[in-house]
């Protein structure tokens, strides 16, 4: 067992610092360009060269996730959600891309209103893909109406052929063949993952361990460095995992988490912690703290359907405005449920899954959904039967 002093990092509370400086780089172009299938492919690239970043989708934000490209079709299909007003949702992602805590990727859709291209103001840089002149010309038109600096100009050509024009001020080039199932690449992809590694890495020195400083927890725990600890990939966690986790981590006691982890994760730990704080820390808001719901009929603003199978009930959660505002936690009453296993199921914010596994303590077993594996993760259990770690089928209407 490695000591405290070397296995966390310990993080006195202190007041945190927003980092409103940091890059904010747009990727723009018009529907079908395959700009969705960049931002994936950019993000997994920068995580593979350990550049911290946040990709946020803005059109409207619905918490697709890296499942989005990962899960089964079918799964997708039933989980996404769609066509929220703007008027809910954008003020609040107005506000948090201008008090990021990392430099973003943020993918604004292909048809922004006017109210929505606003979101630029909050950006500092761009990329264009876009597939013809005239797409080019507007998106152009409207990365320069909001002063952002652009640092690539590229050309989608579904059938084409992957190519570097020129490496200048901004990057010129084609890709092809960006279709959902593949990833981007050839020498212009590469020359941009370059040059946004360059940029975000130059705005990093010394934000991980201030961040890990204004921890309000004595043991800030770092996703990464916990994943290393364990023989995990840290991109690629896998469920299995968790027993070593709990076992490696100290029980009721506060503890914040730190970094890109999946949502089982997180709730696992925000179980183990239970009834101590836990905290984690939210690129929109820096550190937060998991809520306490209270209990009662729930609201039109986190709907709850409740499914009863022969060895669990199902709270299947649906947000149907897309974009949940941890202000707005103390409103979100949440059914209580007597039952042997509860499977939590939904597309949520880490934050809310944490506040649910820490409600829901009282059933022999929680498993939340991870649709990357088409069920979901036992995360906290009291029963030898259905150990921690293991995945459950969902329930089906």
Request: charged share 15%; glycine share 8%; with cysteine.
């Amino acid at each position: 067992m490695v000591p405290y002093s070397d296995k966390y990092t310990n993080a006195p509370g202190i007041s945190q610092t927003s980092f409103v400086t940091l890059p904010a780089v747009a990727l723009g172009g018009p529907p079908h360009s395959g700009k969705s299938v960049l931002a994936y492919s950019l993000t997994q690239a920068l995580r593979a060269r350990d550049v911290p970043h946040y990709l946020l989708r803005a059109y409207p934000p619905d918490y697709e996730g890296d499942w989005f490209f990962a899960a089964e079709p079918e799964t997708v299909r039933h989980l996404r959600l769609k066509g929220a007003s703007s008027a809910a949702w954008l003020p609040l992602l107005q506000r948090d891309i201008a008090a990021r805590h990392l430099p973003l990727l943020v993918d604004v859709g292909g048809l922004p209103t006017l109210e929505q291209e606003t979101l630029l103001d909050a950006c500092t840089h761009g990329v264009l893909l876009t597939p013809d002149a005239a797409s080019r010309e507007l998106w152009r038109e409207r990365f320069e109406r909001h002063g952002l600096a652009l640092l690539a100009d590229l050309r989608s050509d579904l059938h084409g052929a992957n190519a570097l024009a020129g490496s200048g001020a901004p990057l010129e080039g084609t890709l092809a063949g960006l279709e959902r199932g593949r990833m981007a690449e050839g020498p212009a992809f590469e020359a941009l993952v370059e040059r946004l590694a360059a940029l975000f890495n130059a705005a990093m020195p010394g934000l991980l361990r201030q961040h890990l400083l204004t921890a309000p927890a004595e043991l800030a725990v770092d996703v990464t460095s916990l994943a290393r600890q364990l023989g995990q990939d840290p991109r690629g966690w896998l469920p299995e995992a968790l027993p070593a986790v709990l076992e490696y981590l100290p029980e009721h006691t506060p503890l914040a988490l730190y970094g890109r982890g999946p949502n089982w994760l997180y709730a696992a730990v925000a179980a183990h912690a239970w009834p101590a704080a836990f905290y984690l820390f939210d690129v929109r808001c820096g550190w937060v703290q998991a809520p306490a719901l209270p209990w009662g009929t729930p609201t039109e603003a986190l709907r709850v359907a409740v499914q009863r199978g022969e060895i669990a009930v199902q709270l299947d959660f649906r947000l149907p405005e897309s974009y949940l505002d941890l202000a707005t936690a103390a409103t979100l009453p949440i059914p209580p449920v007597t039952a042997p296993g509860l499977i939590l199921n939904g597309k949520l914010p880490h934050w809310l899954w944490s506040a649910l596994v820490r409600q829901y303590q009282h059933c022999a077993w929680l498993a939340v959904a991870y649709p990357q594996m088409g069920g979901a993760v036992i995360v906290r259990s009291a029963i030898e039967e259905r150990p921690v770690g293991v995945c459950v089928a969902l329930l089906q209407k």
